[in-house]
């Protein structure tokens, strides 16, 4: 995940940008995942009780380890027998595990299964897994599924290479978009604003010195990912790492997901990328087709066409 949070220790001081929930302010909305349509920001609706629920998840999420309640006292701006009260009744719920020896508290497997239960509701990993699996066998590097969740790449769907060398990823895991070649895809099938709306709120930062850190240049970096059709990650997330992605449309013509094949830059050399591109663009536009789109075919004659 891109969230800049310290290490939780006694005393630390939080400093969570990315958080959006507005505790306490009675004049203010708050983001909440899921409100359909975009309208998330601007919604009137607050319910303390679970802003309060899940701004604390949020900063357990975080954090690079276990939180005690002294620490999530001051970072959710609230009283300590308010925290204990609220972090009790996530425990019940299994959202939150309090570890018994040191008070200590970390997320809950309830928030694994529920998220996984949401992935599976979508009906995408198993119309995508005969695509993924072509595309491994094929290339025999690792291949992964990923949607755009809140402007960031989250990983769906993964089936790994069996070479010794491969990459390290996992499913349920988040990445930035900007420097990564699935979120490039995507980010490609955007609207300027959109992109715009996504820069503003995750920046650009240096990751390695191959990373896209100017709105101009991942404008111009977009552009070339629609004119060639698939997106690459020039070791711009991962030094030594290259990636290769192809969108997937849905019914209505719109971004759904992006399929990408991912492996050391030494076996994906750069000689290889087009013949790698053109194959996900062929199984994205196959699974793009089987979800619905009309234009996909017509786009997969285009691009060979080309």
């Given at each position: 995940?891109?969230?800049?949070?310290?290490?939780?220790?006694?005393?630390?001081?939080?400093?969570?940008?990315?958080?959006?929930?507005?505790?306490?302010?009675?004049n203010?909305s708050?983001i909440?995942?899921?409100?359909?349509?975009?309208?998330?920001?601007?919604?009137?609706?607050?319910?303390?009780?679970?802003?309060?629920?899940?701004?604390?998840?949020?900063?357990?999420?975080?954090?690079?380890?276990?939180?005690s309640?002294?620490?999530?006292?001051?970072?959710?701006?609230l009283?300590?027998?308010?925290?204990?009260?609220?972090?009790?009744?996530?425990?019940q719920?299994?959202?939150?595990v309090?570890?018994?020896?040191?008070?200590?508290?970390?997320?809950?497997?309830?928030?694994?299964?529920?998220?996984?239960?949401?992935?599976?509701?979508?009906?995408?990993?198993?119309?995508?897994?005969?695509?993924?699996?072509?595309l491994q066998?094929?290339?025999?590097?690792?291949?992964?599924?990923?949607?755009?969740?809140e402007?960031?790449?989250?990983?769906?769907?993964?089936?790994?290479?069996?070479?010794?060398?491969?990459t390290?990823?996992?499913?349920?895991?988040?990445?930035?978009?900007?420097?990564?070649a699935?979120?490039?895809?995507?980010?490609?099938?955007?609207?300027?604003?959109?992109?715009?709306k996504?820069?503003?709120r995750?920046?650009?930062?240096?990751?390695?010195a191959n990373t896209?850190?100017?709105?101009?240049?991942?404008?111009?970096?977009?552009?070339?990912?629609?004119?060639?059709?698939?997106?690459?990650?020039?070791?711009?997330?991962?030094?030594?790492?290259?990636?290769?992605?192809?969108?997937?449309?849905?019914?209505?013509?719109?971004?759904?997901?992006?399929?990408?094949?991912?492996?050391?830059?030494?076996?994906?050399?750069?000689?290889?990328?087009?013949?790698?591109?053109?194959?996900?663009?062929q199984?994205?536009?196959?699974?793009?087709?089987?979800?619905?789109?009309?234009?996909?075919?017509?786009?997969?004659?285009?691009?060979?066409?080309?």
């Amino acid at each position: 995940m891109s969230l800049k949070t310290p290490a939780c220790k006694d005393g630390a001081v939080f400093s969570i940008e990315s958080i959006h929930f507005l505790l306490d302010n009675h004049n203010s909305s708050h983001i909440m995942a899921r409100v359909p349509q975009s309208k998330t920001a601007d919604s009137p609706y607050k319910v303390q009780v679970l802003d309060r629920a899940l701004a604390a998840l949020a900063i357990l999420a975080a954090s690079s380890s276990d939180c005690s309640l002294a620490e999530l006292c001051p970072a959710l701006k609230l009283h300590k027998s308010t925290v204990h009260r609220l972090m009790m009744v996530l425990e019940q719920h299994r959202l939150v595990v309090k570890n018994a020896e040191t008070g200590r508290y970390r997320l809950g497997l309830r928030l694994y299964e529920l998220g996984s239960r949401a992935i599976d509701g979508l009906d995408l990993r198993g119309r995508a897994r005969p695509y993924l699996d072509r595309l491994q066998a094929e290339f025999g590097e690792t291949v992964f599924l990923c949607i755009l969740d809140e402007g960031q790449v989250f990983y769906v769907e993964k089936v790994e290479s069996q070479q010794s060398v491969r990459t390290a990823c996992t499913v349920g895991s988040r990445a930035p978009a900007y420097c990564t070649a699935v979120g490039k895809a995507m980010l490609a099938e955007l609207s300027e604003a959109e992109v715009s709306k996504i820069v503003r709120r995750w920046g650009l930062k240096p990751v390695t010195a191959n990373t896209i850190t100017t709105a101009g240049a991942l404008k111009t970096e977009l552009k070339a990912v629609r004119t060639r059709g698939y997106a690459i990650d020039d070791e711009e997330k991962e030094q030594g790492l290259r990636c290769v992605s192809a969108a997937v449309r849905g019914h209505s013509g719109r971004l759904f997901a992006a399929m990408s094949v991912s492996g050391p830059a030494f076996r994906i050399t750069k000689e290889r990328i087009p013949g790698v591109g053109q194959a996900l663009m062929q199984a994205a536009n196959e699974l793009s087709a089987e979800l619905g789109f009309q234009g996909a075919p017509l786009e997969v004659a285009r691009r060979a066409a080309g």
